[in-house]
């Protein structure tokens, strides 16, 4: 964990959740990305679920706290397991599809559980339709914050490794 590589990944797993105290639009917010990024890049796979869910803990204890509070961390912990699958695949097809995976994931289980509630919508089939489309610009928004932030992150780690070679994943020795 003293490693420059580590300082440079944790540097911007920071910066990227502290973005989300700025005002910006509902659900374009670094989380998901940073959840990606975690999984594909923190070797501790501990840490790449503590991280995004310590940030956005922290950021909720500024922000609010909420009852749908479980469902939305168990969304973020998915993603990382989708950042899991990145670990040999970082590259921008792969990056960005986990991305959209992971935001589809988020609006799928978030609105079900918003649904499934029965205080916004009817609990037939017309609200739970009800409940998808009007959550069709929260999509939206992480959709753009995924994809930016992933591009971010993977890009600055990128940079960082093409600039200082030991920011640079160690290669392991064929035998």
């Known amino acids: ?14 910066a990227a959740a502290a973005s989300r105290l700025l005002p910006h639009p509902p659900n374009f917010t670094p989380i998901g990305a940073v959840a990606l990024f975690g999984g594909a890049c923190l070797a501790d796979r501990r840490l790449a679920f503590l991280v995004p869910l310590a940030a956005m803990f922290m950021s909720d204890l500024v ?9 939305v961390y168990l969304c973020f912990a998915l993603m990382a ?18 991305a959209v995976a992971g ?4 609006y799928l289980v978030t609105n079900f559980a918003v649904w ?5 919508y009817p609990l037939t089939l017309d609200g739970l339709a009800a409940c998808y489309v009007a959550a069709v610009p929260f999509l939206q928004n992480m959709l753009l914050g ?5 591009a971010l992150l993977y890009g600055g780690l990128a940079l960082a490794e ?10 392991l020795a064929l035998p």
Not at 103 to 106: D, H, I, T
């Open 63 to 71: 922000l609010g706290l909420h009852r749908g509070m479980p469902v």
């Open 1 to 14: 964990m003293d490693s420059p590589r580590f300082a440079i990944i944790a540097g911007l797993i920071l």
């Open 162 to 171: 093409r600039q200082f070679p030991t920011v640079r994943e160690p290669q």
């Open 146 to 150: 995924n994809l930016g932030y992933a």
């Open 116 to 120: 499934s509630h029965g205080k916004l």
């Open 81 to 98: 397991c989708l950042g899991f699958r990145l670990r040999c695949h970082r590259r921008p097809l792969p990056v960005a599809a986990a």
């Open 103 to 106: 935001a589809l994931l988020f």
